[in-house]
């Protein structure tokens, strides 16, 4: 069993940062690929970043390339998601997740574990 708890969120202007927390406990977490997803209200969860196991590899999506930066720390079994020039359309619950599968985390949709998510609030 592998539990996430997601930290960091709050309300920023836009322009702003956050850097988001994921600290992990359980099973090995190194050996997962981890990613960051979010749901804004009434939309659907999309995906946001993802990183790979060893933090080798790692993908964005297009409306947050350049802007947000995922990493991961496997001595302190934690992911961060650095988001800068955070716009409105950021706003969102941020969840983190965690698969055994680069290309299920990249394509979404189920994950082995999902942490309960923080919400990131960006106003105008």
């Known amino acids: 069993q592998v539990q996430l708890v997601e930290s960091g969120g709050g309300l920023v202007q836009a322009g702003g940062s956050l850097r988001l927390s994921c600290v992990t406990s359980g099973r090995t977490f190194s050996s997962y690929t981890m990613g960051w997803f979010r749901q804004a209200p009434g939309k659907e969860r999309e995906f946001v970043a993802a990183?790979?196991?060893?933090?080798?590899?790692?993908a964005y999506a297009d409306s947050v390339k350049g802007r947000f930066t995922i990493s991961r720390n496997n001595a302190k079994t934690t992911i961060y998601l650095q988001m800068d020039s955070l716009k409105p359309e950021d706003t969102a619950v941020y969840y983190c997740?965690?698969?055994?599968?680069?290309?299920?985390?990249?394509?979404?949709?189920?994950?082995?574990?999902w942490g309960k998510g923080t919400l990131v609030t960006v106003s105008s």
């Open positions: 990183i790979s196991w060893s933090g080798g590899r790692s």
């Open positions: 997740a965690a698969d055994l599968s680069y290309n299920a985390v990249i394509r979404g949709g189920t994950m082995d574990y």
